[in-house]
């Protein structure tokens, strides 16, 4: 045989030599696989030895050279076998990206020593069948004896099978556990946890139960939702609060880990978690890329959480009682009243058509406004709703859209203060746009039903009104029609008209000239 010769020998001793320093340079952490390869290369060497003492003997013939020179087969082939193994899959896949789990070696070199094992039976003529069939019997027993292992060994093959889980891994457990797969062995799967602890977990119990593999979304890079919670005081307006905090982790230069799509982003979470406290909880949500680094992440995103409340001189919410004490009497009430008065009648004078009132007049008005609120993003009117109030608006920016032929177009923004509503206030018209709040806006509405009685007081309002609604009505117009200014006026002109007969007709007025 070609193993028996000392040519053979150092031809393979070198290649071992050579492999176990490649090895150890490219993929070191594989010193015990080098040392098993190392053991099978010695016993080779002593069978090649034994062969050539037996040959210098004369006892070619005799038992113990044929035992030698087997040995040599099969030792040999056991050292190729150990070599190509961890050439394959210790050095040259990894670097190619694929990195297999144990159990598919070990798998690969359990059936190569079978297959050895027997032909070497076979050179000293050994019936391998009667092998075969005790081995079956024997092997019977040892399944009833050992369900437990071999239920872990099997899930072992069944995790390679599917390669739901691989190695590289973040996984949760049912039990809250958490680690990143290192190994997985015949009988169970080795995972590393955050603690810098090793986590043995039987394969067996990873197919019974119901694991969680962290970060990992189909065709997308890993990555893991992460959660920072803090609170803040409800007198605080949730849009504010976000603002200043989203505006902060998305700023230059981005957090250490923290993915930069999706986009991390702040939410109100909830406005209380028992009814004694007087706070809302808030949460920043974040995408983290490198699972290893959960907790030192969450510190560096609080860090600049912290840092941006203080700026924006919003403090964080702690555990806190307050009594508020104070003195009512008919005075009191009446010169807070007195005050949200003169507060709406400032907002009415916003209101260009309505400068004509009397300071009763005014007064009246005011006692009927509805304070109302919107947030950033909400719809505050939509094109072709019907809705009969004005909004006055004194805080906050809007934009205003309208729908052309199925595609949206921006006609204006607006700051506060000012109004807009107008046509569904004096005509009861469907809306003409849509004004979108871009935002935190506080406004008032104004009734059709406060309006009709001062209205039919002073009819006379009516064709003043209607000019200065025209022109408003006409400058939406244009942006749809996209009107030359020739057009334009024109268009003014004939609008005051209609205007006017629509507004007495909505409000069942007489002719105003009968009032002169």
């Known amino acids: 045989m070609i193993f028996t010769s000392w040519i053979s020998a150092t031809v393979l001793t070198t290649v071992f030599l050579f492999s176990s320093a490649i090895v150890r340079n490219c993929a070191p952490g594989n010193t015990r696989r080098i040392r098993r390869v190392a053991f099978f290369c010695l016993s080779y060497l002593f069978a090649v030895a034994g062969f050539q003492l037996a040959i210098g003997l004369e006892l070619e013939t005799n038992t113990i050279s044929q035992t030698a020179e087997n040995l040599c087969f099969l030792l040999g082939w056991l050292t190729i076998v150990e070599v190509f193994s961890i050439l394959v899959f210790k050095l040259i896949l990894p670097k190619l990206g694929h990195h297999l789990p144990s159990l598919v070696t070990e798998l690969f070199l359990g059936i190569s020593i079978v297959i050895l094992l027997i032909i070497t039976l076979k050179n000293f003529d050994v019936d391998t069948t009667s092998i075969a069939a005790t081995s079956a019997v024997i092997t019977a027993i040892l399944a009833i004896g050992l369900q437990a292992t071999l239920g872990n060994v099997v899930g072992g093959l069944a995790l390679q099978l599917d390669r739901s889980i691989r190695i590289g ?53 890993r990555k893991h939702r992460m959660w920072v919670y803090f609170a803040v005081d409800f007198r605080f307006n949730p849009s504010f609060v976000i603002g200043k905090v989203e505006k902060a982790i998305q700023a230059p230069p981005i957090i250490p880990n923290m993915a930069p799509f999706p986009k991390p982003n702040c939410i109100c979470y909830d406005f209380v978690k028992e009814h004694h406290n007087s706070y809302a909880i808030y949460a920043i949500r974040y995408w983290l890329t490198d699972l290893q680094e959960d907790d030192p992440t969450n510190s560096l995103v609080r860090r600049r959480l912290y840092a941006a409340l203080q700026r924006a001189k919003i403090p964080m919410a702690i555990p806190a009682a307050q009594i508020f004490v104070e003195k009512d009497n008919n005075e009191r009430r009446e010169r807070k009243a007195r005050s949200e008065i003169e507060t709406r009648i400032e907002a009415l004078k ?24 919107y947030s950033k993003g909400e719809n505050i009117m939509v094109q072709n709703d019907n809705a009969h109030w004005l909004y006055i608006m004194t805080e906050g920016e809007v934009e205003v ?32 746009a849509t004004v979108v709040a871009v935002s935190d806006v506080k406004c008032y509405r104004l009734f059709r039903d406060a309006f009709q009685k001062i209205l039919h007081d002073r009819p006379a309002m009516a064709e003043e009104i209607s000019s200065i609604l025209a022109a408003r009505e006409v400058e939406t117009q244009s942006v749809k029609e996209q009107l030359d200014e020739e057009s334009h006026n024109e268009r003014v002109t004939q609008a005051s008209v209609h205007m006017l007969d629509k507004i007495t007709s909505f409000f069942g007025l007489t002719d105003y000239r009968d009032y002169e």
């Open 169 to 221: 891994d973040w996984i949760e457990l049912e039990n809250g556990k958490q680690g990143r797969v290192q190994e997985i062995r015949w009988r169970h799967t080795v995972l590393e946890t955050r603690d810098w602890d090793t986590l043995v977990v039987p394969n067996s119990s990873l197919l019974a139960a119901n694991i969680i593999i962290l970060g990992k979304k189909e065709g997308q890079s």
């Open 401 to 432: 859209w309208v729908s052309v032929r199925g595609h949206k177009r921006k006609v204006t923004e607006m700051s506060a203060p000012t109004f807009y509503g107008e046509m569904g206030l004096m005509t009861g018209e469907p809306r003409s």
């Open 350 to 373: 916003q209101v260009e058509f309505l400068n004509g009132l009397t300071a009763k007049e005014y007064a009246q008005l005011a006692k009927s406004l509805q304070p109302v609120l």
